[in-house]
């Protein structure tokens, strides 16, 4: 198993903004994906982040709207650039050991 | 495209009952198929593992089955408790050799009453 912090927990920003999110985990593990939540519906993958190469951005996610780094093999961070209340969501990170995902408790963010 | 769907409505059941939930998908062929628990302001948890070549998985009061001719799971809790009031997604591994990338579903909210 592996245990998964994230910071902050929650953050209410003003439009056109930027934040990020810090992701920790107590073991060195390859992937990293970052999912995005939004009320009421489930799960989006935004990106995988592997240690030492770009991350791979899912369909409908670009790098100028959420760069992401991945420094070592224990952590990485989301960034949700340029903010819109669209972006109000909760934002997990999550890591795969075989075929099981863990995943952080999230950050849930505010846009006003 | 590919579609998962979990009932959106809450399930509402009494306590010592069986609960179950059902994972359909369509246009898609995954290795495995997972159930995930998540309580509110949580991270979902995860809960089981079922791959492709199996048709029944068990742990402690939690069943699941998969059926990839009907392209369906079941999740069962048997003696249901309140404590196991929460929302419960399935997830999809990708086909054989895709990585570790899941595709979710919507998730179905249980709530088990005294």
């Known amino acids: 198993s592996a245990v998964i912090s994230q910071k902050p927990s929650r953050d209410i920003c003003q439009r056109g903004t930027s934040l990020t999110i810090q992701c920790q985990v107590d073991s060195q593990v390859t992937m990293m994906f970052w999912y995005r939540q939004q009320p009421g519906q489930s799960l989006t993958l935004i990106a995988t982040?592997?240690?030492?190469?770009?991350?791979?951005?899912e369909s409908g996610f670009v790098i100028d709207k959420f760069p992401i780094s991945r420094p070592n093999l224990t952590f990485s961070t989301l960034t949700v650039s340029n903010m819109s209340p669209e972006d109000s969501s909760i934002y997990l990170c999550?890591?795969?050991?075989?075929?099981?995902?863990?995943f952080g408790p999230g950050t849930r963010l505010t846009v006003t | 495209s590919q579609k998962i769907e979990q009932n959106s409505e809450a399930l509402n059941i009494q306590e010592g009952k069986t609960a179950t939930l059902t994972c359909n998908y369509t246009n898609y062929s995954p290795a495995y198929l997972q159930w995930y628990r998540q309580d509110p302001g949580r991270g979902p948890v995860f809960l089981l593992l079922i791959r492709e070549n199996e048709k029944e998985k068990r742990k402690e009061r939690l069943k699941v089955t998969f059926d990839t001719t009907l392209k369906q799971s079941l999740f069962h809790i048997t003696a249901s408790q309140p404590a196991d009031s929460a929302t419960y997604l399935c997830a999809l591994g990708p086909i054989t050799g895709g990585g570790n990338k899941l595709t979710f579903g919507t998730g179905t909210q249980l709530k088990v009453e005294l």
């Open positions: 999550s890591v795969g050991t075989g075929n099981e995902q863990y």
């Open positions: 982040a592997n240690q030492g190469s770009e991350a791979t951005y």
